[in-house]
Nanobody
């Protein structure tokens, strides 16, 4: 079992920045890939970014060049640094872990609005 807890969501103006955190607990050694997905109202959940156990990253085209993803293995925490935020980035952001099974956090709301 893996538990995931997100934090860092907030209301931010267009062009602003936020850093989301996802702290994992439980069977951490079983995690292969960590990632972030998001779901906007009325839309399907979509991939934002992933990072593998050896640090290989993958980003959605819509966030490339604006978002970065990183892992702190000591703190068992993953981060999503979001810069140059746009209104279309508004969504609930979910932390995801690929281990023996797939695990999800409960989500954190990011709202980009003036």
């Amino acid at each position: 079992q893996v538990q995931l807890v997100e934090s860092g969501g907030d209301l931010v103006q267009p062009g602003g920045s936020l850093r989301l955190s996802c702290t994992a607990s439980g069977s951490i050694s079983s995690i292969n890939v960590l990632g972030w997905y998001r779901q906007a109202p009325g839309k399907e959940r979509e991939l934002v970014a992933t990072i593998s156990s050896i640090g290989i990253t993958n980003f959605a085209d819509s966030v490339k060049g604006r978002f970065t993803i990183s892992r702190d293995y000591i703190r068992n925490t993953m981060y999503l640094q979001m810069n140059s935020l746009k209104p279309e980035d508004t969504a609930v952001y979910y932390c995801y872990a690929q281990a023996t099974f797939d695990y999800w956090g409960r989500g954190t709301q990011v709202t980009v609005s003036s």
